[in-house]
């Protein structure tokens, strides 16, 4: 029992880290990016970076700040996975061996917020393909 509240503490916890350090990444690259634009002194200076290859890379960066809606379906998809798994464990543990109403309880809960992610995920998918917002590039492919 208690290695099954053990992973019901550490799944958020992971999941916390995971997110802060994507969060430390982008705020990380915007930094970056604000302060090559700020090096600039005048518009004509801008002007000439931005019309170069690399000013038009920038952009482009700074244009596709926002992730891809696939990108978006997986990270839904994760929790989904993981807590479902979980409330199927404890589920297994609660039939196999501690036969208790709370923890039956517990294993309901987990696994109803698993498939409640799993319905999020289907309908954020359905919704982005009915709305075309799945490019249509391979890996590697530019703009």
Same mark, same amino acid.
């Given at each position: 029992m208690y290695i099954a509240l053990a992973a019901l503490a550490i799944a958020p916890l992971? &999941? !916390?880290?995971?997110?802060r350090?994507?969060?430390?990444?982008i705020q990380a690259?915007?930094?970056i990016q604000r302060d090559v634009l700020a090096k600039f002194s005048t518009g004509d200076e801008l002007a000439k970076f931005i019309d170069s290859d690399g000013g038009r890379r920038l952009l482009?960066?700074?244009a596709d700040e #926002?992730?891809?809606?696939r990108q978006k379906i997986l990270g #839904?998809?994760?929790? &989904?996975l993981i807590l479902s798994?979980? #409330?199927?464990g404890? !589920?297994?543990v609660n039939y196999t061996e501690v036969n208790n109403a709370r923890m039956l309880t517990a294993a309901v809960l987990v696994g109803a917020l698993g498939a409640g992610f799993f319905a999020a995920t289907a309908l954020s998918y359905y919704l982005s393909k009915s709305w075309g917002l799945f490019k249509r590039q391979g890996p590697g492919d530019e703009d």
């Amino acid at each position: 029992m208690y290695i099954a509240l053990a992973a019901l503490a550490i799944a958020p916890l992971m &999941a !916390w880290i995971a997110h802060r350090s994507k969060d430390a990444k982008i705020q990380a690259r915007r930094d970056i990016q604000r302060d090559v634009l700020a090096k600039f002194s005048t518009g004509d200076e801008l002007a000439k970076f931005i019309d170069s290859d690399g000013g038009r890379r920038l952009l482009n960066q700074l244009a596709d700040e #926002g992730e891809d809606p696939r990108q978006k379906i997986l990270g #839904g998809l994760y929790p &989904a996975l993981i807590l479902s798994a979980l #409330g199927l464990g404890l !589920w297994y543990v609660n039939y196999t061996e501690v036969n208790n109403a709370r923890m039956l309880t517990a294993a309901v809960l987990v696994g109803a917020l698993g498939a409640g992610f799993f319905a999020a995920t289907a309908l954020s998918y359905y919704l982005s393909k009915s709305w075309g917002l799945f490019k249509r590039q391979g890996p590697g492919d530019e703009d």
